[in-house]
């Protein structure tokens, strides 16, 4: 291999890495989130969730296009709106009970 060669390698591998090490972050991200929601502490799921959904931005730009995550954000916006939901109805529940 001459110089030239590994040099244009190099510049095609270091992107499609990062976008991987993004995108594994953001895995990482979203089942901590699943095991913070089965503690029911929703807003330290809610950050989790929303931290995944910008990392999985991040993989995709920093992937060089060549990392499709369309599919797995909307799944994972879907998720963060659920568990904002969650979160305001369980404060709803959770509210003290007016005493006559």
Do not use: F
Not at 51 to 60: I, M, R, T
């Amino acid at each position: 291999m001459q110089l030239d060669e590994v040099s244009l390698n190099y510049q095609r591998w270091v992107p499609i890495v990062a976008g991987k090490q993004a995108l594994m972050h953001a895995y990482s991200e979203y089942h901590q989130a699943l095991v913070c929601r089965s503690g029911k502490e929703y807003g330290q799921e809610i950050a989790r969730l929303d931290h995944a959904v910008s990392l999985l931005q991040a993989a995709e730009t920093r992937g060089g296009g060549l990392l499709k995550t369309k599919q797995l954000a909307g799944k994972y916006h879907k998720e963060l709106t659920a568990a904002k939901k969650d979160n305001e109805l369980n404060t709803v529940i959770s509210s003290p009970k007016y005493r006559t």
